[in-house]
């Protein structure tokens, strides 16, 4: 199959999962729910695992318009939805990089007034970074502007920071 033949959700959710570095097994058993929540005409611009006190086996899908989670069972790997949100629909979200163990502390509060605290792991500092400018994108800019492809920028005070580390 062609990336012509594929929708847009495909074409973007692919490749992410590859900058992830997520096993085919994981994304086989996420991709239908986390499918499910953005639909096919929705652009995913990060995928990565992240954990939290309530879940360990989680991945995140950050899109043009969603934030979803889904977790997983321990024993018998079952997947099920965690957080489904539009982006408008969250409020106070906070996010810090740490280039040190190579991942974001993600803080946001669903519409229903619960607070999920997550830690998004990536594979290495590139993605964090690419993690961290799409947040930008999607929570810094006034909604419905969320451009459709980014490029990763870190700061020059960060890349001195690290360099000097």
């Known amino acids: 199959m062609s990336m ?9 959710f692919l490749p992410a999962t590859a900058l992830a570095k997520l096993s085919p097994a994981t994304i086989r058993r996420h991709v239908q729910v986390l499918r499910g929540c953005a639909g096919d005409r929705d652009t995913v611009a990060v995928v990565a695992r992240c954990t939290s006190r309530a879940t360990r086996r989680s991945v995140l899908m950050l899109t043009r318009n969603r934030l979803v ?3 997983e069972s321990a024993v018998l790997r079952r997947v099920s939805l965690h957080l489904n949100a539009d982006l408008h629909q969250l409020a106070d979200v906070t996010w810090t990089p740490e280039p040190g163990r190579t991942g974001i502390q993600l ?59």
């Open 4 to 12: 012509e033949t594929l929708d847009t959700f495909s074409c973007t």
């Open 69 to 71: 989670i889904t977790t």
């Open 107 to 165: 803080g946001v509060t669903a519409i229903d007034g619960v607070r999920e605290n997550l830690w998004v792991r990536l594979p290495d500092k590139t993605e964090m970074w690419r993690l961290d400018e799409a947040l930008k994108q999607a929570f810094r800019t006034p909604w419905g502007q969320i451009a459709a492809a980014w490029t990763p920028t870190v700061p020059r005070l960060t890349r001195a920071v690290l360099r000097f580390a």
